[in-house]
Structures are given as C-alpha cells and as structure tokens.
C-alpha cells in the first residue's frame, strides 16, 4: 500500500509540474478561441453599430485594425490568418483560379490539398494542443498526415447559433484552441450593400449573439483568450466594367472578385492586354513578375498572367452573357478584393484611391482577455505568430507575419 501511495504521489507530482493532465492536456496554457466574422469591416465595428460587444471590448480587451492579404477576399485571407504567411506562399491566391501547372480550374480553393504552408491548427496539434476548426476555409482535412482532433467543414446548413453551441462544446470536453467562422455580413454587403438596413440588422444580431456567448463562456473559463475579427471589409460600388467585353478580341479565361481580377492568356497577347487595361480609366494592370512586391502575389503561378484592380467605385465583371450578368450584378451591390494596402510603391505618393479602397477593406480586430486598450493597425500575417507565441508553438518554418506587440 506504501509503494503504491507513493507511486501516486510521484504520478501526482509530475503533473503538476509540467503542467499536463493523465490525457496530455497543457493546463498551464489559456484557452484560446479565434473568430473570424466574414465580411465585417472596421468601419462597421463601432459604439452605435455592436454597442454589447463595444462594451465588453472597452471593460476587459483591446480593439485595431488588420489589414487584409491581397485580394482582400474570404479564402486567402482567412489562410492568411491561420498560416502567418502571404497567398504567393501558403497557395490560396484567390477563392477560385487557373492553375496552369496542373491544367485546372479550381472553382473553390477552400481545401486542405490546395494548401501549401502549416496551418496553424496543424502547428497546434503537433504540439500536442488538443485543437477544434469549425467551418475554417482548408480545415477540411490533414495536412501532411496531421489534423486538429476536432474539425468540421463548412455547412451553410448550420447557423453561427449552432456553430457557437459547438465551440462550447469543445471547450466543455477540454478543447484548448478554438477556431471557428461565422458568417458576418458577407452576403448582406454582397447582395445589399455595404451598410444597407440589412447590413445593419446582421450587425445587431451578431452583436447580441456573441455578446451573450462571451459572458458565459467568460464565467466558465475566466482566463480565456477571446480574438474576434474578419477576411475583409466591404465596399458599395457602382460602375461596372465588363473584362471580357472590353478585351473581346483577346484569347482569354477571367476570374473577377470584384476589385480585382486574374487573366489568363497567352505570352504573345500579354502586353497588348496590359496596353489595353491600363489606357482604361479606372484600371491598373501588370504582368506576375511585374505585380508590386508589397502585394505578396507575383511568386506564385496560381497568380493570373495578369493581375487587374479596379479605382472605387469601379468593379469588374467576368459575366458572358446576360444571364450571368443578372446572377452577378444580384451579389454586387457591395463588393471587396481591392487594394488592401494604402500605397503600392513606397517611392511615390500615397494615391487617394488607393487610400479610399484599403480604409474599406480593413479588417475589424477585437481582442477580449485583458484590458490592453487600442491596438493600431497591423497585417492579417500578424494573428497566427500571436496565438502561437501564446501556446510557445514552434513553426515548421519562419513566417512572414511578427506577433503583435501589445498581446504578448
């Protein structure tokens, strides 16, 4: 009986000190929970618009913008989010391309085998975090053999209700990490506008939905690291430009996100195109190797031949026929995928429609925790090396974002 009390004592004691349950749980880690809320700009988190949130925000947290990858849109950047690096590195340079190396055409990039740098759900896991993923874009699956031990695909059967009933449940069954999407206000903006009735109804029943989840998820875990924030922002645009219209007498396939667009062609037909594009009011275009640097897109060959970005309230349309052109212009009231950056050449002037399309763009950011009070403007690359600082997560190799400075 005396070997076996200390043989307990001895299995008691190494628990504690290494801070692990009998199941290989890290108790001296925080719970941690990121949210991204599709579509919700920064200029529609604010006092009047999500005032419950506002206000558990200024009490126990810190607020800040993030800024977008580009194409500020919802694969890349929630990729961006989870793997720390730039689209022309982790792969996902767009929601759908052309990928000449395997002659296909990928209608959706939001899976795992497109995926070419560690997620940080991977990075977790690995380090043996017990890690949820509930509707992530590219969480559909392992990557080079490693998934999260709890990881569902995105439903759009399953309301951001039920979704936040989920995150509960793991964090109830000793989940650590948490990262979950919910919808925002990404089909409202699209459909209605960018802070249209309906905009601002979501907005309001986001607010109550999240902000009655927090108190009691904070009641049960009082230590737990909250982060909430968005893929992009949202413009109301209103003037269409037609790529294939206006380059009918080019061989081309065209994938337009509203703001921006990819073009492939032929190498003989490149700068007659760009010649075109870039006499057109409005419009900006440039061959892959020559995309500005500090758009992260030009070393990649999922890249378009030719990247094209529309000036607001300029956006581009990939329709053939009429009949798309109804289906498109029914989800193009509000529109993203502009320039996220606010100058694309450090040597010249800020342009002001450059400065016009990122202020639309960027990213609501939220932190709910401790009382760290305004955080300033940073990159979407920045939120994967935070949260994995915060569990002392080793990367598989460096990233290009930096953990963000107040929430170490």
């Not at 990557?143 to 059967?157: H, L, N, S, T």
Request: charged share 20%; net charge neutral; glycine share 6%.
């Amino acid at each position: 009986m005396k070997r076996l009390f200390y043989d307990l004592l001895f299995a008691l004691t190494l628990i504690v000190l290494t801070g692990n349950t009998i199941q290989g749980q890290t108790n001296l880690s925080p719970k941690v929970v990121l949210f991204s809320l599709d579509g919700i700009g920064v200029d529609q988190f604010n006092e009047q618009m999500m005032p419950r949130l506002w206000k558990i925000m200024k009490e126990t947290g810190g607020w800040g913008s993030s800024t977008p990858s580009n194409p500020a849109m919802t694969f890349p950047s929630h990729v961006s989010i989870a793997t720390g690096v730039h689209p022309e590195r982790h792969g996902i340079v767009s929601n759908s391309y052309y990928d000449s190396s395997a002659n296909e055409i990928v209608k959706s990039s939001a899976f795992v085998e497109y995926l070419s740098e560690e997620p940080l759900w991977v990075a977790s896991t690995r380090k043996g975090i017990r890690t949820a993923v509930y509707h992530w874009p590219c969480a559909t699956g392992a990557w080079k053999g490693i998934a999260p031990e709890v990881y569902k695909i995105f439903d759009k059967k399953v309301s951001d209700a039920e979704n936040l009933d989920r995150c509960s449940e793991g964090l109830s069954q000793g989940i650590q990490f948490v990262m979950a999407y919910l919808s925002g206000t990404d089909t409202e903006g699209h459909v209605y506008g960018a802070l249209s009735a309906e905009v601002l109804k979501k907005l309001k029943l986001t607010d109550d939905l999240l902000a009655d989840w927090i108190v009691v998820t904070r009641q049960k875990y009082p230590n737990i690291r909250i982060i909430l924030t968005s893929d992009h922002g949202m413009a109301s645009p209103t003037k269409k430009i037609n790529l294939y219209r206006l380059l009918n007498e080019f061989d081309i396939k065209v994938f337009a996100f509203g703001g921006s667009a990819f073009i492939y062609t032929k190498s003989d037909q490149i700068q007659n195109i760009l010649k075109k594009l870039n006499s057109t009011p409005g419009l900006r275009a440039w061959s892959r190797s020559d995309i500005p640097s500090e758009l992260h897109l030009r070393n990649n060959s999922r890249t378009g031949d030719i990247y094209v970005v529309a000036d607001l309230p300029n956006w581009l349309s990939d329709s053939k026929n009429d009949l798309e052109a109804i289906s498109e212009i029914n989800g193009r009231r509000g529109a993203h995928s502009y320039i996220s950056t606010a100058t694309i050449n450090p040597k010249m002037d800020q342009r002001k429609e450059d400065i016009q399309a990122s202020a639309s763009m960027a990213s609501f950011f939220v932190f709910i925790g401790k009382q760290v009070g305004y955080l300033g403007t940073f990159d979407n690359i920045d939120i994967a090396p935070t949260i994995a600082e915060w569990f002392s997560i080793k990367w598989d190799s460096p990233r290009d974002g930096k953990s963000i400075k107040l929430l170490k």
